[in-house]
């Protein structure tokens, strides 16, 4: 019992992996004032360069460097035109996340079927042998970990660094952030990247992990959900990380009852992660007074540096 | 070296005119370094892509076809995207008002009567109004983030569609393939100009827009969704409800969503099937900003997007690339369409950095 319980546990941290690196990463750009609509494309071409990259390489490693790369360079095109020509940010957000599923289908046309190259878990000695919580925290791939220390990272950096309160700052209000010196495009342009190249760990998670192959649109709306993390976890890290595994034991529960034979009609089961999300959406914005006091004031706003 | 912006006194006209074509020759441009790169002759494959598909009657009834769905859904989204509601799941509204419609001739195929189709059009509006509805609600009374309440019921649309073309909606003769009954003559939209693909549909599509620039243009309502959209504080000052304007951006762009999927369905497909969209709702999103959320411009630009998906199925078949090469033109558009418009509000300049010491 003990072992099936352990084992359910260890799959719902797999298929939470990607959606916290996703939504920390875009955490940190929301807090910057940036709305990246776009994760979902971000994360797809992380995926299928991470992908391609293992295969050339040999080494999952290098694929995920790879998907790491690709995201952060992705999320550029998005940054530029946001940042740089002040265009729609919601707009532009869509137009990356169907460029994205649009590129990634191409160019990993030639790798459905392909074998996947998987990457192995890493037990960390001494710490893997101890019960239960060694099999559980212990003896995951690397992508969990960085998952686990990325949290921990940048809830550090937001709140307890003079560089992170600089970029809340510019999130809350850019026009007095500028005002008192702070590059508040430059800041922008890095907080952007890095939750590209968040959201390109998260794709390579899914094309070298949780099912190490090459699928179209095999993010499934998970760059979506993660989104709606980062409104769930009120742009808080440690409550994204709740809020992922939360979602990751919704979509396993959901997979587990279709194993079990439960009569219910698989599609169904399937629309519960989603369904889910906006229920949970709903809770949370009912409270107008918890939204208003966490949401970044200017999430979305452009802004036009006066020289 | 330095891009530096500066917002115009006025929009500037000239840009007004000349942004989407700009962005358009941007993105062949982009389009054909991105063809060489993958080692096609480039202006062969852009002409595969753009002009071969254009070259018969056929290929011009196909092109209607492909281009009803997007204008019809995009018309409604210009309504919601000019008075600020985000709703980007027209495609479940498509979805769900297909699935409304089929309900009579999946369920009732002996009922034959001229009164059949009327009935399946108008509740493929109401599906499709329903769908969009519950965004609406969400947002006007929990305050609950449209965008991701909207997208979201995109996925459970599409699996409850897979659900009932597999489960309930199966040809029982139909040798366990999934998909439905063939629709009865009486539920099939029929052709504008027979024996040419093009269904009725495309004309609602050219009314719906005219119909819909009239009432932006020329009434009340048509202020009132301007004014919220650039203002909600003036328009509340004005006596205008933001709360009533997001029901009804929903409601009006669901109807028309789920008429675009009833007349797919009735006038395209004939039949109900696990898949009945290449992502219309998606690419209508593009559609609406191509046409700078102008109804007329609307019906262009939904037939320069129709023509990315023939263009996508021609280079498949005449270059050997995956048909995914319509998404990453559809996104390319979208991009520079977005960056060009920059150009109608501000002035871009190139800024060479000054040498250091040197008062400006």
């Known amino acids: 019992m003990t072992h099936l319980i352990l084992a359910t546990l260890l799959t719902v941290m797999t298929a939470a992996t990607p959606l916290l690196l996703a939504a920390t990463g875009e955490l940190v750009a929301e807090r910057s004032g940036v709305l990246n609509l776009g994760v979902e494309g971000m994360m797809v071409v992380g995926a299928v360069t991470a992908f391609i990259g293992a295969q050339w390489s040999g080494s999952p490693y290098v694929g995920a460097l790879f998907g790491i790369a690709a995201g952060a360079v992705f999320s550029l095109a998005f940054a530029f035109l946001t940042l740089t020509l002040v265009a729609n940010q919601v707009a532009t957000g ?73 970029l809340r700052s510019i999130g809350d209000n850019h026009v007095s952030a500028h005002a008192l010196g702070m590059p508040v495009l430059r800041v922008r342009y890095l907080a952007v990247m890095f939750g590209g190249a968040c959201a390109g760990l998260a794709g390579a998670q899914l094309s070298l992990v949780y099912t190490p192959q090459w699928t179209e649109n095999m993010t499934a709306g998970r760059g979506w959900i993660a989104l709606a993390l980062v409104v769930f976890g009120s742009w808080r890290p440690v409550r994204v990380l709740i809020g992922a595994y939360l979602f990751g034991a919704v979509s396993i529960g959901a997979f587990n009852a279709q194993a079990f034979g439960v009569a219910i009609p698989s599609q169904f089961l399937s629309s519960l992660p989603y369904l889910a999300t906006v229920v949970v959406l709903v809770l949370i914005s009912q409270n107008r007074r918890l939204t208003l006091m966490n949401t970044p004031a200017c999430l979305g706003r452009p802004f036009v540096p006066d020289r | 070296m330095r891009l530096d912006i500066e917002k115009r006194a006025a929009p500037s006209r000239l840009f007004t ?25 480039p202006f062969y494959a852009l002409y595969a892509f753009f ?121 029982p003769q139909g040798f366990n393939f999934p998909q439905s009954i063939t629709f009865p003559d009486d539920a099939i939209l029929p052709s504008v100009f027979p024996p040419g693909a093009a269904h009725w549909g495309a004309v609602f599509a050219v009314i719906a827009a005219v119909a819909t620039w009239f009432v932006m243009r020329r009434t009340l309502k048509g202020f009132e969704i301007n004014v919220l959209g650039e203002s909600e504080r003036a328009g509340r000052f004005a006596g205008f409800s933001s709360r009533r304007m997001i029901y009804f951006a929903f409601l009006f762009s669901g ?9 797919e369905v009735s006038g395209a497909i004939q039949q109900m099937r696990p898949v009945i969209s290449p992502g219309y709702g998606f690419t209508a999103i593009i559609v609406a900003f191509l046409g700078r959320l102008d109804p007329l411009s609307i019906i ?55 040498p250091q010491g040197e008062v400006s």
Not at chain 1, 140 to 156: A, K, N, P, Q, R
Not at chain 2, 17 to 41: D, Q, R
Not at chain 2, 88 to 116: K, N, R
């Open chain 1, 94 to 166: 869509l137009s990356l996340t169907i460029l994205g599923l649009g590129l990634s289908g191409m160019i990993g046309n030639g790798y459905v079927g392909t074998p996947g190259i998987e990457m192995n878990a890493v037990a960390i000695p001494g710490l893997a042998d101890i019960p239960v919580i060694g099999t559980l925290l212990f003896r995951h791939d690397v992508i969990f970990y960085v998952s686990i220390l990325l949290v921990v990272g940048v809830h550090w950096f937001l709140f307890h660094t003079r560089a992170g309160l600089q």
């Open chain 2, 17 to 41: 005119v000349l942004s989407p074509f700009i962005a358009l020759v941007l993105t062949l441009i982009a389009g054909g370094i991105m063809f060489a790169a993958l080692g096609k002759n």
């Open chain 2, 51 to 171: 002009i071969q598909p254009l070259n018969s009657v056929w290929a011009l009834n196909q092109l209607a076809v492909k281009s009803t769905p997007l204008i019809l859904i995009a018309v409604g989204l210009s309504v919601c995207f000019r008075s600020k509601n985000w709703n980007i799941g027209a495609e479940g509204q498509f979805i769900a008002g297909a699935m409304m419609g089929s309900i009579l001739p999946i369920m009732m195929p002996g009922w034959t009567s001229p009164l059949v189709l009327p009935i399946m059009l108008v509740l493929g509006m109401v599906g499709g109004a329903l769908y969009g509805l519950v965004p609406a609600i969400l947002k006007a009374e929990f305050n609950t983030n449209e965008i991701l309440s909207s997208l979201m019921l995109v996925y459970v649309a599409q699996l409850f569609l897979d659900w009932a073309v597999r489960g309930p909606w199966r040809d």
């Open chain 2, 255 to 263: 109807a028309l969503a789920g008429l675009a999927g009833i007349c």
């Open chain 2, 300 to 354: 262009v630009a939904g037939l320069v997007l129709g023509l990315t998906y023939l263009g996508g199925e021609a280079a498949q078949i005449s270059i050997g690339l995956s048909d995914k090469v319509s998404s990453v033109f559809q996104g390319l558009l979208l991009f520079f369409v977005l960056g060009c418009d920059t150009l109608i509000h501000y002035r871009i300049r190139l800024a060479v950095r000054r």
